[in-house]
């Protein structure tokens, strides 16, 4: 067996004997790889459904929730850190919100589709664990709100760590996190796309009628394109607002 060192300061034992791989991406974060079995070695039975089977916790249920104090949450499942409570704030749904993450390499972004309309999942790079999802309500610099599954992260005050916390600043230092336009693009896509056919829909309903719109739930189609509209709108802007 052997010790290998992460980029976030811990070292991690690579048994010969395991299938679990380490490896550093080109932004220097170590990939962690490990087989469902090893995962579920190391992880709760809770933790292994969130992270590694993206489920989602109850709401209200996450500790997490009420903490003030300065400090970084980290991944529960490989020790990266993931938010700091600076970018913290209180978004009212019951879960554990960031309007940024630590740096703009740690966490990755991607798009689903399980509630038919698309959703930004975010997961932790370095062990590909399930995280929670981004939306586009947050506060100002990235207008984001990062809503995490407490369950997947704990918490590290800069008090206890001071190597920690002085690590993390140095990364946010080095590559803040900045919304980008390939993380939205998909999303921007989608909602276009949605727009223009139920706006296709409403014209063609109308156009049958004459002009005339006979029964209220005909109007249902212009404000679902309208809404569609105004978020492909929103998540292009998002490219933006973050400096």
């Known amino acids: 067996s052997s010790l290998l060192h992460s980029s976030n300061g811990f070292f991690l034992h690579q048994s010969a004997t395991k299938s679990t791989s380490l490896f550093n991406n080109k932004n220097g ?9 090893e995962w579920k070695e190391v992880l709760t039975s809770e933790q292994y459904y969130v992270l590694r089977e993206e489920g989602t916790e109850g709401p209200n249920t996450s500790e997490l929730n009420t903490i003030k104090k300065e400090g970084t949450f980290s991944c529960v499942a490989c020790n990266e850190p993931l938010f700091t409570t600076e970018t ?3 978004s009212g749904t019951g879960w554990p919100s960031f309007y940024s993450p ?3 390499n740690i966490v ?5 589709f399980k509630m038919l309309l698309p959703r930004t999942e975010c997961s932790c790079t370095a062990c590909g664990g399930h995280l929670g999802h981004v939306f586009d309500d ?14 997947c992260m704990k918490f590290t005050s800069d008090e206890d760590d001071p190597e920690l916390a002085a690590s993390v600043l140095e990364r946010q230092k080095l590559e803040p996190y900045k919304v980008g336009m390939t993380q939205v693009f998909q999303s921007v896509a989608v909602y276009l796309g949605l727009g223009g056919l139920t706006l296709n829909s409403f014209v063609v309903t109308v156009t049958n009628h004459k002009g005339t719109i006979e029964s209220p739930t ?5 404000l679902l394109a309208t809404y569609c509209f105004y978020m492909a709108f929103s998540n292009f802007g998002r490219a933006f607002i973050s400096e």
């Open 138 to 151: 947050g506060p100002d610099p990235t207008g984001q709100r990062f809503c995490m599954n407490g369950v």
């Open 108 to 112: 990755t972004l991607s798009t689903d």
């Open 88 to 90: 913290k704030f209180d």
């Open 29 to 37: 974060i170590t990939i962690i790889e490990k087989s469902d079995e």
């Open 102 to 104: 630590v740096d703009n």
């Open 218 to 222: 005909e109007i249902l189609p212009l």
